[in-house]
T-cell receptor, first 113, second 112 residues
Framework: KNQVEQSPQSLIILEGKNCTLQ??????????LRWYKQDTGRGPVSLTI?????NTKSNGRYTATLDADTKQSSLHITASQLSDSASYIC????????????FGAGTRLFVKA | DAGITQSPRHKVTETGTPVTLRCHQT?????MYWYRQDPGHGLRLIHY???????DKGEVSDGYSVSRSKTEDFLLTLESATSSQTSVYFC???????????FGEGSRLTVL
């Protein structure tokens, strides 16, 4: 069964600290993996995309990694800011005669002053 | 900003009443999607459209219908709302060049 699981469900960190969010997937055949950020009351916004051949991608203080062999991805946030408080959603696309997309349930990050 | 507008943004209705949510886009995208988002679940696809009058079901389509009579508008209809349809509904368009999904701001629906 194609699934995307994220951990932890929620996380509280102090402003300025780093954190890492995890995504494990059982999707096949893999096409690409994206991380989205969703602020409270808003729609998700894409942070990064990685294909099978890419193992790291950065977007400012956000760095995503991908291990296609173990089917794991992580999102590392450096020097967190209050504005990083949001849900982070891992999204995996695969191609089975047509592209399909599975969304993880997200990790809710709270950054405290 | 992908030029996506959802309406209404908030709605409270009673069980058994019909509800229509509207998604409007200004950039002539071919692919449009309706998702629902519930606590503990990832976004789940309800219906999608790949052109005017071309639509198909997603994974949670029961109880929903859609229409697309113009490129810019994609309507989601609940013929007879039920409490299990209380959710936040997101419309999205797909950038064909990158495959990236761009989402609207969401429509929060409460069915009492």
């Amino acid at each position: 069964k194609n699934q995307v699981e994220q951990s932890p469900q929620s996380l509280i960190i102090l402003e300025g600290k780093n954190c890492t969010l995890q995504c494990n997937y059982t999707v096949s055949p893999f096409s690409n993996l994206r991380w989205y950020k969703q602020d409270t009351g808003r729609g998700p916004v894409s942070l990064t995309i990685m294909t099978f051949s890419e193992n790291t991608k950065s977007n400012g203080r956000y760095t995503a990694t991908l291990d296609a062999d173990t089917k794991q991805s992580s999102l590392h946030i450096t020097a967190s800011q209050l504005s990083d408080s949001a849900s982070y959603i891992c999204v995996v696309s695969f191609n089975t005669g047509g592209f399909k997309t599975i969304f993880g349930a997200g990790t809710r990050l709270f950054v405290k002053a | 900003d992908a030029g996506i507008t959802q309406s209404p943004r908030h709605k409270v209705t009673e069980t058994g009443t019909p509800v229509t949510l509207r998604c409007h886009q200004t950039e002539n995208h071919r692919y449009m999607y309706w998702y629902r988002q519930d606590p503990g679940h990832g976004l789940r696809l309800i219906h999608y459209s790949y052109g005017v009058k071309d639509t198909d079901k997603g994974e949670v389509s029961d109880g929903y219908s859609v229409s697309r009579s113009k490129t810019e508008d994609f309507l989601l209809t609940l013929e007879s709302a039920t409490s299990s349809q209380t959710s936040v509904y997101f419309c999205a368009i797909k950038d064909r060049a990158t495959g990236e999904l761009f989402f609207g701001e969401g429509s929060r629906l409460t069915v009492l």
